[in-house]
């Protein structure tokens, strides 16, 4: 059902998702998730970049986008970016979540460049519903 390095890691597997934050100076997002999550992301990023032809100069920087978008997403799961302790609900033991910022026009153009190439490439499920970005709290 889910690609191999998509599968949910840890015991919270319904209870965490994607999420968003403005940063503190309102110019860019904080995008948050556990290991899981951003892998996901990740694997979704390379699926939809996989079908950029790199070697056309026309389509090469949607191609490097959607590489450096990647670069910081790996960085968030591995743990080198942000990272914050939560509880969910009732639990008692906190759990860890990663990641990154990206400034609020660069994220524009990753979603839209995602998008965008999502309509030449066949996506299962789960790489649909990581094209929707988290939801943004305030």
Known sequence: ???????????????????????????????????????????????????????????????????????????????TRLKKKINFYDDIEEQSQYGFQLVWTDILIFISVLQDNAGYLKSDKLHQANLYMPKIYY
Request: hydrophobic fraction near 35%; charged fraction near 20%; proline fraction near 3%.
């Open 1 to 79: 059902m889910f690609p191999e390095n998509c599968k949910f890691a840890g015991r919270h597997q319904f209870q965490s998702m994607l999420q968003g934050y403005p940063t503190r100076s309102g110019t860019g997002i904080a995008i948050y998730g556990d290991y899981g999550d951003l892998r996901c992301l990740y694997d979704t990023v390379h699926h939809f970049a996989a079908a950029i032809d790199e070697g056309n100069k026309l389509q090469k920087g949607q191609h490097q986008l959607l590489m450096n978008f990647a670069y910081e997403i790996r960085h968030a799961y591995m743990g």
